[in-house]
């Protein structure tokens, strides 16, 4: 298995309607976002990689198992935390955790002894025993959280965890499964439509529109990726500059500031290109590399 989560030419249509045309990515170790507008089919998709729904198109493996024809053996791999808050409100948060995690197959003892482990690592230890219609909403996405880790789970998916918090519960619930993640080792999936906590937690992300990929890979590689452009910085002065700029613009975009170009195009073939040139004319090359963009600016720029 060289991936946690495989998708290939993935499709899932309900009647006449479309809601995934063609979603390739591979999920790597680590925390991935699962990026995307309200609607874009992230919960869907969430439902097949539990074996929930059946793909219409393409193949996905998960953990390198079928999850339609194999469900129950994905489903005991995997920790889930739903977006509703659909909770029953007269049972005991370590009742409702234990339960979950004897249905994944531990004793009712063992299952006891995680439950409440697992409500103390989410910060919810002396808040256990509490029914949970008469917590906060922060304190309900918690015990959401402790349900999807009680058992061990290989991978853990979480469907818009921080919704209905606060900014200060968004922080703290964000921090927290940073740490569950990078301190215990549990690899996660976290479906957001917010941009700004998938930079902030994740490691890498997948962005879907439109029922497709967008763009995946880790956060580097998405920000670096061809099309983002490639930055020269120039050992010259600035007329040196300016011809250097002159001479590129015959086959690419470019823009100057100081001793610094950017220029429309992959750093390879830029690189040698910009290389060649100095060389011609004299000029020294003091560093070169692809330019950084934000995961607002893939988003935008691949979906534009």
């Avoid at 008469?134 to 469907?159: E, F, N, W, Y």
């Avoid at 879907?208 to 995946?216: H, L, W």
Wanted: charged fraction near 25%; proline fraction near 4%.
């Amino acid at each position: 298995m060289s991936s946690l989560v495989s998708a290939r030419g993935v499709q899932k249509r309900y009647g006449s309607f479309s809601v995934l045309n063609s979603v390739d990515f591979e999920i790597e170790r680590g925390i991935t976002g699962l990026l995307g507008a309200n609607g874009t089919g992230k919960t869907t998709l969430l439902g097949m990689i539990l074996g929930l729904h059946r793909t219409d198109g393409g193949t996905l493996e998960v953990l390198g198992i079928d999850p339609w024809h194999a469900g129950h053996e994905v489903r005991a791999l995997l920790g889930y935390a739903p977006e509703h808050h659909v909770l029953p409100p007269d049972v005991k948060a370590a009742d409702f955790v234990r339960h979950v995690a004897e249905l994944h197959g531990l004793p009712r003892a063992d299952a006891t002894v995680r439950a409440s482990d697992a409500l103390w690592l989410v910060g919810l230890g002396e808040e256990r025993f509490r029914p949970m219609g008469t917590m906060s909403t922060g304190q309900r996405q918690r015990v959401k959280l402790a349900q999807a880790i009680a058992h061990d789970p290989q991978l853990v998916l979480l469907d818009e965890p921080t919704d209905g918090l606060d900014p200060l519960q968004r922080d703290n619930m964000l921090d927290l499964i940073k740490s569950v993640s990078s301190e215990y080792g549990i690899d996660i999936i976290l479906s957001s439509h917010l941009l700004d906590e998938v930079e902030r937690v994740c490691d890498s992300a997948v962005i879907i529109g439109d029922g497709q990929t967008i763009a995946s890979g880790t956060l580097d590689q998405l920000r670096t990726q061809v099309g983002g452009g490639t930055r020269v910085e120039l050992d010259a002065n600035d007329d040196q500059v300016e011809l250097i700029a002159n001479t590129l613009r015959s086959d690419y975009t470019v823009s100057v500031e100081r001793r610094w170009l950017t220029i429309g195009g992959a750093p390879d073939e830029v690189g040698s290109r910009v290389l060649e040139l100095c060389d011609q004319a004299r000029i020294g090359v003091i560093r070169y590399g692809p330019t950084r963009r934000s995961l607002e600016e893939v988003y935008l720029g691949e979906s534009a």
